[in-house]
């Protein structure tokens, strides 16, 4: 669906290896979806997570994975990872 926006409010999320366990409260998730060259282009943008939240750095590599990766494979297999 090109030219469509899914943004997901995160309300309550719980992390638990940190101390602040709430800093993802609060937050949209967002998904722009377009189309670039006949095909899907799926921009994701976490608004609101920052570089002084003690998770950035594992949560930039978690949601790249799961972008990148996961959603990509679920996408083309219906099978996402882990399956």
């Known amino acids: 669906m090109p030219n469509k926006k899914v943004v997901w409010k995160v309300t309550d999320f719980n992390l638990e290896w940190i101390k602040n366990k709430k800093e993802w409260d609060d937050k949209d998730v967002i998904f722009d979806i377009s189309?670039?060259?006949?095909a899907t282009q799926i921009d994701f943008?976490?608004?609101?997570?920052?570089?002084?939240?003690?998770?950035?750095?594992?949560?930039?590599?978690?949601?790249?994975?799961?972008?990148?990766?996961?959603?990509?494979?679920f996408i083309n297999d219906e099978k996402g990872m882990p399956q």
């Open 35 to 38: 189309e670039k060259k006949n």
């Open 45 to 73: 943008t976490h608004l609101g997570l920052i570089r002084s939240f003690e998770c950035y750095e594992d949560c930039k590599a978690g949601c790249t994975e799961h972008v990148t990766a996961s959603l990509v494979k």
